[in-house]
């Protein structure tokens, strides 16, 4: 069984840095592509950001957060970070790591997410 358990959420001003981290369990971290999503209260799940399985690989990201996001990941600690720059209060959400299998656009990633986190909640105050 993989477990993702997500932190360093929590309150920051607009302009403002956070950066998240996800522990993930078990042997097979690495075959994985690891992606972060968010949910705003009322609205639907949406994606964030994404790396492919191997260190250093491909990234993509949403449009919305593009310039000021950066997700990494270190497979030799199962772990997969989201930096947050220039945060702005719609960014407001709780975000959540999802380990997908293969690789593809925003609505392939989110059909093919084998395994969710719990969620850690940011807010950003204006």
């Known amino acids: 069984q993989v477990q993702l358990v997500e932190s360093g959420g929590g309150l920051v001003q607009a302009g403002g840095s956070l950066r998240l981290s996800c522990v993930v369990s078990?042997?097979?971290?690495?075959?994985?592509?690891m992606a972060w999503f968010r949910q705003a209260p009322g609205k639907e799940r949406e994606f964030v950001a994404a790396i492919i399985s191997r260190s250093g690989g491909s990234t993509y990201y949403a449009d919305s957060v593009k310039g000021r996001f950066t997700i990494s990941r270190d497979n030799a600690k199962n772990t997969v970070y989201l930096q947050m720059n220039s945060l702005k209060p719609e960014d407001t959400a709780v975000y959540y790591c999802?380990?997908?299998?293969?690789?593809?656009?925003?609505?392939?990633?989110?059909?093919?997410?084998?395994?969710w986190g719990e969620g850690t909640l940011v807010t950003v105050s204006s």
């Open positions: 078990g042997r097979t971290f690495s075959s994985y592509t």
């Open positions: 999802a380990a997908a299998t293969g690789w593809g656009t925003a609505d392939f990633l989110l059909r093919r997410v084998d395994y």
